[in-house]
């Protein structure tokens, strides 16, 4: 299986703030990269797909970049309502796999 | 637009079988793959497997044992059993549809639209 792990675990930032979250693939997955957002007690929302392609409906604030084995997440200025743990996954084989994900605070 | 709800018991005994039901509304559960995702307290997103509306199933090999996915195009609805539950298998269990998107030359997997979950807890 491909092993995704996420950089940081949680983080705290202040409403404004540029927020960046690091996903890394234990193989090359090309650019077959998925990032959610998951709020509890809530259906999870797709953010982007194809690592850099912004989901139809998500706030142009999110974006994604890379390629090969190294991912990134960026929300450009936090807003209160991304208060959340967002999760990459690889979708470029089975099984498809996530990250741990990465808790994002409000400070 | 089309909305996905899980349901079933939110209490299974250990070594009980786990039946959940995902009921689409909103447009035909045809054309897709529907995914089974879980998250157990604290813990990440599992996925556990996908069926597509005829009838071929993707599994988690961690869980393919004990897992069971099924689709009924009549009702809409996608089913999932899990056998031999144990208190390691207590989480939320979600639905979720497939979608397939081409860029660049490449055709791209992701799952758009996900429903709220349900709990699931394992205790005798």
């Known amino acids: 299986d491909i092993q995704m792990t996420q950089s940081p675990s949680s983080l705290s930032a202040s409403i404004g703030d540029r927020v960046t979250i690091a996903c890394r693939a234990s193989q090359s997955i090309s650019k077959f990269l998925v990032w959610y957002q998951v709020k509890p007690g809530k259906a999870p929302k797709l953010l982007i797909y194809a690592a850099s392609t912004l989901q139809s409906g998500a706030p142009s604030r999110f974006g994604g970049s890379g390629s090969g084995t190294d991912f990134t997440l960026t929300i450009s200025s936090l807003q209160p309502e991304d208060l959340a743990t967002y999760y990459c996954q690889q979708s470029y084989n089975f099984p498809w796999t996530f990250g741990q994900g990465t808790e994002v605070e409000i400070k | 637009q089309v909305q996905l709800q899980e349901s079933g018991p939110g209490l299974v005994k250990p070594s009980e079988t786990l039946a959940l039901t995902c009921n689409v509304s909103g447009d035909s559960i045809s054309d897709y793959y529907w995914n089974w995702i879980r998250q157990p307290p604290g813990k990440g997103l599992e996925w556990i497997g996908d069926i597509y509306y005829s009838g071929a199933t993707n599994y988690n090999p961690s869980l393919k044992r004990r897992v069971t996915i099924s689709i009924d195009t009549s009702k809409n609805q996608v089913s999932l059993k899990v056998i031999s539950m144990t208190a390691a298998d207590t989480a939320v269990y979600y639905c979720?549809?497939?979608?397939?998107?081409?860029?660049?030359?490449?055709?791209?997997?992701?799952?758009?639209?996900w429903g709220p979950g349900t709990t699931v807890t394992v205790s005798s």
């Open positions: 979720a549809r497939r979608s397939y998107a081409y860029l660049r030359g490449l055709g791209y997997y992701a799952m758009d639209v």
